[in-house]
């Protein structure tokens, strides 16, 4: 009996892995923000760098791991501000030029 539930497990497993990821096409290649860096990921400080090529105003909005927006700021340099965020795990949302990209950021 344990071996068929093993041949089971291995079974399933086997197929989950077989499939292909779920991709999104909503969001185009190229409307993301060129030369975009965020660092340094994972922050232990209060301060987070975002820089691109163009270095114009960015928008900037963070969501937490329920989608509720924890942080919203508008920069003109490349340092953002998170010393109100808690350690934990987040999504980054920047806009710039009608430009926008999307990166995890995780606060330890």
Known sequence: MKKIYFVLLV????VLSAQ????DFT??????ISGFKLYPN????????????????KE???YDV???????????????NISTLVPG???LQVTESNSTITRKLVVK
């Open 42 to 57: 994972p922050v232990f400080d209060d301060v987070v760098y975002i820089k691109t090529d163009k270095n114009a105003r």
């Open 66 to 80: 329920f989608g509720k927006v924890v942080l919203t700021d508008r920069i003109l340099n490349t340092a953002l």
């Open 89 to 91: 795990v987040y999504v």
């Open 60 to 62: 900037i909005a963070v």
């Open 27 to 32: 969001d185009s290649p190229s409307n993301e």
């Open 20 to 23: 292909e990821p779920i991709v």
């Open 11 to 14: 079974a399933f497993s086997f």
